[in-house]
Every structure is written in structure tokens, then in C-alpha cells.
């Protein structure tokens, strides 16, 4: 009796460790019953070149909430990056300094939302919020509202491949192992998650909790410039009006992915379990023909859901701490 519910334990144990990619292993099966069409070498081929600007943004969702920050604004940093990159590159058909450029101006948006959150104590939500629409209206003036068509070589980024692997892929999957990396085996991934689970502890340990917090935003900052590169290199474009939401897909990624939204637990490898979740869920749902507004209102279910069972996780979480205090409380 005691070897069958040791062997339960260690089941159910691997199953809340492993449970997003057995979730998202099931979207997949289930989405290729739905549609034949789904499986086709195209199609997923699709699904990765189109996930792949998600993963990069949540990515640096993920660092940002693990530390109990967020960044509403990467997807208007992420439209005004990739302009710049095309503009850049039309103006003098050099891709490093079309790259360069479309990095550094990711990083300089972020770097006042560092200065914002770390120096002036603003709201996370509010410093991002406000870099939003400062982002927003500043690629609409630079471009006065024109797309920018002919891109060139520039289209490699986002088209090319090596091999049958395209160039996205790699780009995300390079993205990955650094995450991976940064929150694993680095100092400062360990104080992200610090600063995320007990600022004032982290704080009281020697963490420089402010810095730490601003290179957040740095490294959020080029990997944000990164998938404005790859956005526009794929859309073959570059536009002003593009990737409006993004930062919400990037957000939902990070929660379903196991992120919590109240900091200090979360992982590379959930975001991108989480956030090739989404992908199936959006491109299952073009293929099934579903309602472009029907398919909003799903999404915004989703995100309600994530939030739902990240709240609830933390209340199990919490619940072993609150009955040794009872525990405890009794004995004396």
C-alpha cells in the first residue's frame, strides 16, 4: 500500500511539474484531429515562424514578472524598432547598422522604463503604459503614418532559413538558452527571482534590487528590438499600425507558461510551452474558420483563465506555510 501511493506521489509530482507541455501536447493532437490541414509541413512551418515573435517578447515578459515587473509596451517598442531597422537599412543597405539600430532603440525605450521604475518609483504599469504611447505616436510621426514597402535582403531575417530550419526559429530558439541560462545558472537570474518572491528580503541580503531591476529592462529592451527585426523582416514591410496587442500575447505566453503574476516563480521553458499553446490555439482557430471577434473574445478567456489558475496555484502554494503557523500557533 505504501510502494502504491509512493508511486502515486512521484506520478502526480511529475505530472504539476510537467503539466504545461502535457498541455500542450494534447492541444496538438487535439488540433490535428480538427483539421487535416493542420499537420501539413506548411502549416507548422507557419506556426513556428509565427510564434517566434511571441516567444522573444515573452521571453523578457517572463524575467520581468519573475522580479514583479511587467512591460505593456512591447509592442508598440517592438513596431517602432523594426521601422527604424527597414528605414535604417533603405537609407544606406548596411544590415549590421539596420540591426544595431533597431536594438538600440529597443533598449533606449526600456532604459527609461528602468530609470522610471528604479529611480522614480513608478508603477511598472504605469511607466510602460506611458512608453506605449510615446512609442506609438513617435513611429506614426517618424513614418507619418505610411508602411515602408521594398525592403530588400532585409526580408532574411524573417524569410530565410538554413536548411529547412527558417531563421526565426533559430533566432527563438537561440533566445531560449540564454533565458534558460540568465534565470539558471547567473547571479542575477537568482536575484530576479529574490527581488520577485521578497523585495525587502532581497534588498536586506545585499541585492542591489534597483539595478537589478533596470538591467532587467535592458535585456527586455533587446530582445523587444530583436522581434521587431524579425516582425517586419517576416511581414515584408515595415508598419507603423503593427503588433498592436502584442504584449498581450506575450503575457498570456508567460502566465499559461507557469510565470506567476505575483513574482518569483517561473521558467524558460513553460513560456515557451506556454506560448506555442496560444499559437496552436490561434492558428486552429483560422483554420477552422472561427469569427475573427469571436476568436478576441476566446482569447480574452484565456487570459482570464491563466490569471485564475496562477492565483489559485499560489493559493496551494501557501496553504503548507499557513497550517505550520497553525501548527505551531497550537503548540505553544
Avoid at 504611447?133 to 507619418?144: D, E, K, M, N
Avoid at 541560462?181 to 547571479?187: A, K
Wanted: proline share 2%; net charge positive.
Amino acid at each position: 500500500m505504501n510502494d502504491s501511493k509512493k508511486l502515486m506521489t512521484k506520478i502526480s509530482a511529475l505530472l504539476n511539474k510537467y503539466s504545461i507541455l502535457v498541455i500542450l501536447i494534447v492541444v496538438f493532437i487535439i488540433s490535428s484531429f480538427l483539421n487535416k490541414n493542420f499537420l501539413s509541413i506548411t502549416n507548422l512551418t507557419n506556426i513556428l515562424r509565427q510564434n517566434s515573435v511571441v516567444c522573444i517578447l515573452a521571453f523578457g515578459e517572463t524575467m520581468l514578472i519573475i522580479s514583479g515587473l511587467i512591460d505593456l509596451s512591447s509592442g508598440a517598442v517592438l513596431a517602432f524598432s523594426g521601422v527604424l531597422s527597414i528605414a535604417v537599412f533603405k537609407a544606406t543597405g548596411n544590415l549590421a547598422l539596420a540591426v544595431s539600430m533597431g536594438l538600440i532603440l529597443g533598449v533606449f525605450f526600456n532604459v527609461i522604463s528602468g530609470l522610471l521604475v528604479s529611480i522614480y518609483k513608478t508603477p511598472p504599469f504605469i511607466a510602460t503604459l506611458a512608453i506605449t504611447t510615446v512609442a506609438r505616436g513617435s513611429v506614426l510621426l517618424f513614418t507619418q503614418g505610411q508602411d515602408i514597402y521594398q525592403i530588400g535582403k532585409f526580408e532574411v531575417f524573417g524569410q530565410g532559413s538554413l536548411g529547412i530550419i527558417p531563421y526565426p526559429v533559430i533566432f527563438m530558439a537561440a533566445m531560449l538558452v540564454i533565458t534558460w541560462y540568465i534565470l539558471n545558472h547567473t547571479r542575477f537570474g537568482r536575484a530576479l527571482y529574490a527581488i520577485g518572491g521578497n523585495e525587502e528580503a532581497a534588498n536586506a541580503s545585499g541585492i542591489k534590487v534597483n539595478f537589478t531591476k533596470f538591467n532587467c529592462y535592458v535585456i527586455n529592451g533587446l530582445l523587444v528590438g530583436l522581434a521587431g527585426i524579425i516582425f517586419m523582416s517576416r511581414v515584408n514591410a515595415g508598419i507603423p499600425n503593427a503588433a498592436v496587442g502584442y504584449e498581450m500575447e506575450a503575457l498570456t505566453a508567460a502566465i499559461i507558461g507557469g510565470t506567476s503574476f505575483s513574482g518569483g516563480m517561473g521558467t524558460a521553458i513553460g513560456t515557451l510551452a506556454g506560448a506555442f499553446i496560444v499559437g496552436i490555439l490561434n492558428n486552429i482557430m483560422n483554420l477552422l474558420g472561427v469569427n475573427s471577434y469571436l476568436q478576441q473574445i476566446i482569447k480574452g478567456f484565456i487570459i482570464a483563465l491563466a490569471v485564475i489558475m496562477d492565483i489559485q496555484a499560489k493559493k496551494r502554494r501557501s496553504k503548507p506555510n499557513d497550517v505550520g503557523i497553525q501548527a505551531e500557533k497550537s503548540s505553544r
